[in-house]
């Protein structure tokens, strides 16, 4: 009995000491700062040709946005625009976030019905929305301009392109793309 006593108290302190010893794994919310980060800037417009990559937009959009025009000075015509960049895939670097941001200019004045008010924006990866936004307020005069922003998050960069189309009564005079990423080592 006294060894089996002994046993068992050697036990319970084994069975302490192994809990005791246990850690949990838990994330960390410290910020760690990059060691290599890189930044891309891209830009589009004023003028000449848009590229939509067509792909990357839904199949409905696809015949609209051909012979997209920056800064168009005409109604009635769609826009389609796609960045393209290095998804960066390799085992040391990701883009972290990116900001898409739009210079729009009303072409059609007036209220809500048949007017640029009327008019959405919408982000596209791999042909689905990751963003929409509708520039203008009731009313709106023509030749107005306004800028919008879309955040976009790690996920939406990892395929390399962005794209955006604009409705038929708002010109997009430009836009760029920044992207910043990090690389664990030098690039």
Not at 20 to 35: L, M
Not at 118 to 144: C, E, F, H, I, L
């Amino acid at each position: 009995m006294k060894n089996s006593l002994i046993t068992n108290a050697l036990l319970a302190v084994c069975l302490v000491a192994v809990a005791a010893s246990a850690q949990e794994v838990r994330p960390s919310t410290e910020q760690v700062a990059c060691p290599f980060p890189v930044t891309l800037h891209l830009s589009g417009g004023p003028s000449g040709a848009a590229a939509p990559v067509l792909s990357q937009f839904p199949a409905p959009l696809r015949p609209l946005i051909g012979g997209s025009v920056w800064n168009q000075t005409a109604a009635d015509k769609q826009f389609g625009h796609t960045f393209r960049f290095n998804p960066m895939t390799k085992e040391c670097c990701m883009w972290t976030s990116g900001l898409l941001t739009l210079h729009l200019k009303a072409l059609v004045g007036g209220p809500s019905n048949s007017t640029s008010v009327n008019d959405g924006v919408n982000v596209y990866v791999g042909g689905v929305q990751v963003g929409a936004k509708t520039p203008w307020t009731s009313t709106v005069v023509r030749g107005a301009t306004t800028t919008i922003t879309f955040p976009l998050t790690a996920s939406n960069l990892a395929s390399g392109f962005v794209s955006f189309y604009v409705e038929d009564d708002t010109a997009v005079v430009s836009a760029e793309l920044d992207l910043k990423g990090c690389c664990i080592r030098r690039p």
